[in-house]
């Protein structure tokens, strides 16, 4: 049976991936537009109460987070190539690109002007600087290798971009502050004020993230479960002090540990209910 059509294949591919959530199979055929087809008229009343709903708000989370978890290559629709700036603005709010190149833009200078420098302006508050309020945050800025920022700003921007793009900038600068502040309390107790590193937010947005999919999961913001078990994964390498490598272990384990209350605190109403 003939569905409907759609004139964006973004859209067609929303509907057909989240029908595959409600054990539906819809196939896409393309010529001037994109036609939806179900094969199973037995599910036909099914797919046009869902099909009501979906036009009234297309862009509801629960249809980006279908793609996410069911979507396939095959469902009939081919997209054209874009370029790699253009995944990452797409994915990326106004915040979340602002602190990459922001962060980009402080390695730069490190490199430039020596780690020392630098941190002697933006680092964690030593005795004599606590009125100093902007280095309660500007260590997240501080990143000492390539490997460093890198690691950093590609979860930065897959785990922040979404929350910006599904709950709002205000949301994540919340989360970018808390886990900043927090995170660089509890490192500097161990290691004083040589330390840096967006590494803190980034595992408030992983704990964030994954609790907040689990229990709101109409919110259309997750992290897999694989994913998370590599972060904790992660923590125990920062721990056992494998591959040489330096870890700022108790900066990582604060911000999980923030990321996993707010959610619980931003999903406790929808829970009970």
Not at 253 to 266: E, H, K
């Amino acid at each position: 049976m003939r569905i409907t059509e759609f004139s964006n294949p973004r859209m067609a591919q929303a509907f057909v991936d989240y029908m595959a959530t409600r054990g539906v199979t819809l196939r896409v055929e393309h010529d001037n537009h994109y036609t939806v087809w179900l094969d199973d008229d037995s599910k036909v009343n099914l797919v046009e109460n869902e099909l009501s709903q979906f036009i009234r708000d297309p862009n509801h989370p629960r249809y980006q987070a279908a793609s996410w978890h069911s979507g396939t290559t095959s469902s009939g629709i081919h997209y054209q190539g874009s370029s790699l700036m253009t995944n990452i603005l797409q994915r990326a709010g106004p915040l979340t690109l602002s602190v990459m190149v922001v962060c980009i833009l402080v390695y730069i200078l490190m490199q430039v002007m020596g780690d020392q420098v630098v941190m002697s302006w933006l680092a964690w508050p030593g005795e004599d600087q606590h009125f100093q309020l902007w280095r309660w945050f500007t260590h997240a800025l501080l990143h000492f290798s390539l490997l460093h920022i890198t690691f950093n700003l590609m979860w930065w921007w897959y785990l922040g971009g979404a929350v910006e793009k599904r709950l709002g900038s205000g949301k994540l600068f919340v989360i970018l502050l808390i886990s900043a502040l927090l995170s660089g309390w509890m490192q500097s107790k161990y290691s004083g004020m040589m330390f840096g590193g967006l590494s803190g937010a980034v595992y408030a947005l992983m704990g964030y993230s994954w609790l907040r999919g689990e229990r709101d999961p109409e919110s259309g913001i997750f992290l897999e479960r694989g994913l998370m078990a590599f972060a904790v994964v992660w923590l125990v390498v920062g721990y056992m002090g494998w591959f040489g490598l330096s870890i700022a272990n108790a900066a990582h384990v604060t911000g999980l540990l923030v990321g996993l209350a707010m959610a619980f605190v931003d999903t406790r109403r929808i829970k009970k209910s």
